[in-house]
């Protein structure tokens, strides 16, 4: 059977990418933000999920505003990365899994949730960005991945608690496929940032820090954030931070929570990123020994006790 080993959740600022693409990692600016993912980095180089289901949110790159899907979710075997104004980004092209894939759209679909599938479709810096934090910037992408976009950029988005009640469909899809696949989910996208208007510039932190502790601790109090909360909170982009609610629905009510990082800015954007692993994780059967990623996850949490 498959199941999902954790859930991470990260921001997808393009200009990580830009920074990652131009050699620019080492310049100061960019070197606190890259090193609050390097433990992240051992830590996914050990749980090596065979499969990631990535929550992200396209920005007009595959899909325009002609066709905004709510829920789209990538059947394809391959995703190439998206010409997003200054050519593609030099990332390996995204190897997909068509048979988990087809897998959770039909289950989800039976559970009343309409996703829209896509056999063809390309990726942009809402989902390549945090691969990069994570897989760090290999020339092959270390496991196949089911890309799940979802409408932040046009009004109206899903409520948090759908996306919330989506995650949980999720994970009944995961865990009713036959094969032993080990899954871990992102939420990408957030926290608080606004990138026009009056506001632009617009960061909250202790919005995003509440966010974070409620993310393990309460996460049912995160989906009754209204549109017009994360708005006012978070600025107008904030709320792509209900992704992270599809993630945090697909994994047990109770988590643990292996690292924290947050940063701000990184260019308009206030930087969160958060590992939740489920408490039952050693317990459950796997093909892998759990015990370097505890040995992983503990070194992990005295960075979150520090950095809290
Ligand atoms: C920025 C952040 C985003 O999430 C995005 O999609 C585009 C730009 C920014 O901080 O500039
Ligand atoms: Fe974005």
Redesign the pocket.
């Known amino acids: 059977m498959a199941r999902i080993i954790a859930g991470v959740a990260s ?5 990580i990418g830009a920074a990652i693409d131009n050699k620019q990692t080492e310049e100061p600016y960019w070197k606190r933000v890259f090193a609050g993912f390097e433990r992240s980095k051992e830590w996914m180089a050990e749980a090596k999920p065979d499969v990631a289901i990535i929550v992200y949110n396209d ?1 007009a790159s595959a899909f325009s505003v002609e066709v905004v899907p709510t829920f789209a979710l990538g059947c394809a075997a391959e995703f190439p990365p998206a010409d997003e104004g200054w050519g593609p980004r030099p990332v390996p092209v995204v190897q997909g899994h068509p048979e988990l894939a087809s897998h959770i759209a039909q289950s989800v679909i039976l559970d009343e949730f309409d996703l829209t599938i896509c056999n063809k479709m390309e990726v942009d ?2 989902l390549t960005v945090p691969m990069n934090l994570l897989f760090g910037s290999p020339k092959q992408w270390p496991c196949p991945v089911i890309p799940l976009a979802v409408n932040v950029v046009l009004y109206p988005p899903p409520t948090a608690n759908r996306c919330f009640m989506l995650g949980k469909a999720i994970r009944k899809a995961v865990q009713s496929y036959p094969e032993d696949l080990r899954v871990v989910i992102f939420g990408t ?1 957030g926290m608080s ?1 606004q ?1 026009s208007g009056p506001r632009a510039g617009l960061i909250n932190s202790k919005f995003d820090k509440a966010f974070l502790d409620n993310l393990s601790k309460d996460p049912k109090k995160l989906t009754r954030i209204s549109h017009l909360e994360f708005m006012r909170e978070a600025g107008a ?1 904030g709320i ?1 931070m209900v992704m992270w609610l599809i993630m945090r629905g697909a994994l047990d009510d109770k988590v643990e929570e292996t690292y924290r990082f947050y940063t701000v800015p ?4 206030a930087v969160g990123h958060i590992i939740l692993e489920p408490k039952t994780r050693s317990a459950g059967k796997s093909k892998r020994p759990a015990a370097k990623v505890k040995r992983a996850a503990a070194r992990m949490k005295s960075d979150i006790r520090r950095s809290k």
Not at 11 to 15: D, F, I, L, M
């Open positions: 921001s997808h600022v393009p200009a920005h810096h809402g996208g940032h990138i982009e792509e990184a260019s308009n954007t």
